[in-house]
């Protein structure tokens, strides 16, 4: 079994910033791709950022610049500095990570239970 657990989510006001970290646990062999998503209210759910083992990263346009994605292998753990953040970054964000797990062939992807983020206007 795989947990994926976030934390660090919050009510924070426009400009303001928020640290996510999100830690991996279970029969985990080998992680390959870390990530973010998020989804607001009655919209789907959208790629924030995403980091490889290696270290290359892909973000989404609305947050290049003031988002910072990293991951501590060594931890199975992933972190979202958000800074300079606005209300359309309200919504829940989600980890995503795609592993090998111990004892199976092939890749899954597992998801975390989601952290809430409001940004006040």
């Known amino acids: 079994q795989v947990q994926l657990v976030e934390s660090g989510g919050g009510l924070v006001q426009a400009g303001g910033s928020l640290r996510l970290s999100c830690v991996a646990s279970g029969y985990i062999r080998r992680i390959n791709v870390m990530g973010w998503y998020r989804q607001a209210p009655k919209k789907e759910r959208e790629l924030v950022a995403v980091v490889s083992n290696g270290g290359a990263t892909n973000y989404a346009d609305s947050v290049k610049g003031r988002f910072t994605i990293s991951r501590d292998n060594a931890k199975n753990t992933v972190f979202l500095q958000m800074n300079s953040l606005k209300p359309e970054d309200t919504a829940v964000y989600y980890c995503?990570?795609?592993?090998?797990?111990?004892?199976?062939?092939?890749?899954?992807?597992?998801w975390g239970q989601g952290t809430q983020v409001t940004v006040s206007s």
């Open positions: 995503n990570a795609q592993m090998y797990l111990s004892g199976t062939q092939g890749e899954s992807i597992h």
